[in-house]
Nanobody
Framework: EVQLVESGGGLVQPGGSLRLSCAASGFTFSSYAMSWVRQRPGKGLEWVSTINNLGTITRYADSVKGRFTISRDNAKKTLYVQMSSLKPEDTAVYYC???????????????GGRGTQVTVSS
């Protein structure tokens, strides 16, 4: 059974930084691309970033490009996103999502975890 557990969220001031983690189990983590997606208050799921299985290809939504950095540690079966220069509009529940293949250019599966809340406010 695929299990994804997000952590690292919290309250941060505008301009601040946070690093989110996603611990994966139940599948061969190193074989699949992974994504971060978020859900802002009252909105639907929004794609944030994707990384291929080897960590060599990354993609970002325009809204976070230059501020967020996705990475992974296949030995630890963990996905990360380093978020900096945070803005109030980054406030959301952040989820990680598995892809059905190794490529960073396909669609992700539905997030299965509980997510982690990020609140950017002064």
């Amino acid at each position: 059974e695929v299990q994804l557990v997000e952590s690292g969220g919290g309250l941060v001031q505008p301009g601040g930084s946070l690093r989110l983690s996603c611990a994966a189990s139940g599948f061969t983590f190193s074989s699949y691309a992974m994504s971060w997606v978020r859900q802002r208050p009252g909105k639907g799921l929004e794609w944030v970033s994707t990384i291929n299985n080897l960590g060599t290809i990354t993609r970002y939504a325009d809204s976070v490009k230059g501020r967020f950095t996705i990475s992974r540690d296949n030995a630890k079966k963990t996905l990360y996103v380093q978020m900096s220069s945070l803005k109030p509009e980054d406030t959301a529940v952040y989820y990680c999502a598995k892809h059905p293949a190794s490529s960073a250019y396909g669609s992700h599966e539905s997030p299965g975890g509980r997510g982690t809340q990020v609140t950017v406010s002064s």
